[in-house]
């Protein structure tokens, strides 16, 4: 499942990255632009936005849509979960910040580029050719663990 986040929904779009979900986030963008996305690239389109709801696309059902009622990320991810019954689980497979598929990389090839703690220490490593950033399991990992075993949780 794919989905698009309005301008109001970033840190559920950054979360649902973390499950592995495709999410675009354009901050930037105007309602006309975020309706042709969703609907052109065929992704569930993910608002706060109440008077989104009024536009056409949206009553007449050609747009598929969650209206996100809570103001709270993680209340948002639940109710993403439950709603369209999609897993939440730590998926890390994509950039947080982009939404590019992350790279597999070879541990010798960062050496340089990591922590010299986090080189001995991790074994995996991920690359986003798009943000040149680099991601691996570290304590942040058990954090957002943590975070998915609350929303499961509740």
Not at 1 to 8: G, P, Q, R, T
Request: net charge positive; glycine share 4%.
């Amino acid at each position: 499942m794919k989905f698009i986040a309005d301008i109001m929904l970033g840190k559920l779009a950054r979360y649902l990255r973390m499950a592995g979900y495709d999410v675009a986030y354009i901050n930037d963008i105007d309602d006309s632009k975020f309706i042709k996305i969703a609907r052109n690239e065929n992704r569930t389109a993910l608002t706060r936005d109440s008077l989104m709801l009024a536009r056409r696309e949206f009553k007449n059902g050609t747009l598929k849509f969650l209206y996100i009622k809570d103001d709270k990320p993680l209340n948002q991810l639940k109710q993403v979960g439950l709603d369209l019954a999609v897993a939440l689980k730590p998926n890390l497979v994509r950039c947080l910040k982009c939404n590019s598929l992350l790279l597999k990389v070879k541990k010798e090839f960062v050496r340089d580029k990591v922590p010299r703690f986090v080189y001995k220490t991790s074994q995996t490593f991920l690359f986003c050719k798009n943000c040149d950033k680099y991601y691996w399991r570290g304590t942040h990992y058990n954090k957002i663990e943590n975070i998915f075993q609350k929303v499961n949780k509740e």
